[in-house]
């Protein structure tokens, strides 16, 4: 399914970006995965699509563009959205706060949310 500037695969990708597992108006971040390069819905989609295991992003890789922003159809840096992980820094859509709970398996983060940065 095309996104904005990219294609995104998974299980019942919507043209926001949306997939089976997280399709509320918010859930409209895809990730691109660091072992095979490419846009998927949610770890969700990877695991059942993508035929190898997850890499996750290391924070030497932070300035990465890899998020992609379904609303505007950008894509984001995992820095950027890892500093306004509430809504896109670009468009000011909302993203889901929940998300927040899966970034460990997404990137290289140390145990919980760091505050105060
Ligand atoms: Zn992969
Ligand atoms: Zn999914
Ligand atoms: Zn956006």
């Keep these: 399914m095309r996104v904005g500037k990219c294609e995104v695969l998974g299980v ?4 926001r970006g ?7 108006e918010r859930d409209i971040v895809a990730i691109r995965f660091r072992c095979c390069g490419e ?3 949610c770890h969700a989609c990877h695991a059942l699509l993508a035929r190898h ?18 609303a ?3 894509e984001l840096t ?5 500093s306004s992980p509430e809504a896109c820094p670009l468009c000011h859509a ?21 505050l105060g940065s």
Excluded: M
């Design 94 to 114: 909302p993203f889901n706060p929940g998300c927040r709970k899966h970034h460990q398996l997404y990137f290289e983060v140390q145990g919980g949310p760091r």
């Design 39 to 41: 846009y998927y819905g």
């Design 78 to 82: 995992i820095h950027q959205y890892l």
């Design 18 to 24: 949306t997939c089976a597992h997280y399709n509320s």
């Design 12 to 15: 019942g990708i919507g043209e």
């Design 53 to 70: 295991p997850a890499e996750r992003w290391p924070q030497f890789e932070f300035d990465r563009r890899a998020i992609l922003c379904g």
């Design 72 to 74: 505007c159809g950008e």
